[in-house]
Antibody, heavy 117, light 106 residues
Framework: QDQLVQSGFEVKKPGASVKVSCKAS????????ISWVRQAPGQGLEWMGW????????IYAQSLQGRVTMTTDTSTSTAYLELRSLRSDDTAVYYC??????????WGQGTSVIVSS | DIQMTQSPPSLSASVGDRVAITCRAS??????LNWYQQKPGEAPKLLIS???NLHTGVPSRFSGSGSGTDFTLTIKSLQPEDFATYYC?????????FGQGTKVEI
């Protein structure tokens, strides 16, 4: 079945960077884009951006511009999210999700990122 | 950015109740509105796409309606497994903002 499997739990210090991976299986990776969504503890969902798995085009949330990079590796059907200059308010669960027909129909299991000194 | 406002923020209901959750967009988004269900410790799951299209495998007690700025998610007869938080999301333009969520409690 179509699936997205994310990398594991991360603990980072303020100012560091984190790179989260999201490996797709069960479908043709380049056929759909990948969106990234995060959720701070006890909070709602925040859309971070989207990358086309076909051509690598990206759209980022304005609030993260300059700190975020989304990439894909089509040879391994994997999407990556890199977030730099981490702050304590970046502590969240980070989700990748497949964007199909204007909705997020398959989600990864989430990657917990804690930013703490 | 398009703001999405859900109401109510939370509600208490019983098994068998009919429940309606509304979502209002700050500008017209046509029918580009999706609904997700999230249970504690789990990733969100797609329920309804483009305002009224039931996602594969989602029970028919869930339905969506609306267009333009006002949308509704209805659960016809609440089941024990439906106690969760529900989010709307607009996919009309980036950033593809979410509502703040509606927690459905017993």
């Amino acid at each position: 079945q179509d699936q997205l499997v994310q990398s594991g739990f991360e603990v980072k210090k303020p100012g560091a960077s984190v790179k989260v991976s999201c490996k797709a299986s069960g479908y043709t990776f380049t056929k759909y884009g990948i969106s990234w969504v995060r959720q701070a503890p006890g909070q709602g969902l925040e859309w971070m951006g989207w990358i086309s798995a076909n051509d690598g085009n990206t759209i980022y949330a304005q609030s993260l511009q300059g700190r975020v990079t989304m990439t894909t590796d089509t040879s391994t059907s994997t999407a990556y999210l890199e977030l730099r200059s981490l702050r304590s308010d970046d502590t969240a669960v980070y989700y990748c999700a497949r964007r199909r027909s204007d909705a997020l129909d398959v989600w990864g299991q989430g990657t917990s990122v804690i930013v703490s000194s | 950015d398009i703001q999405m406002t859900q109401s109510p923020p939370s509600l208490s209901a019983s098994v068998g109740d009919r429940v309606a959750i509304t979502c209002r967009a700050s500008q017209s988004i046509s029918f580009y509105l999706n609904w997700y269900q999230q249970k504690p410790g789990e990733a969100p799951k797609l329920l309804i796409s483009t305002a009224s299209n039931l996602h594969t495998g989602v029970p028919s007690r869930f339905s969506g309606s609306g267009s333009g700025t006002d949308f509704t998610l209805t659960i016809k007869s609440l089941q024990p497994e439906d106690f969760a938080t529900y989010y709307c999301q607009q996919s009309y333009s980036s950033p593809q903002t979410f509502g703040q969520g509606t927690k459905v409690e017993i």
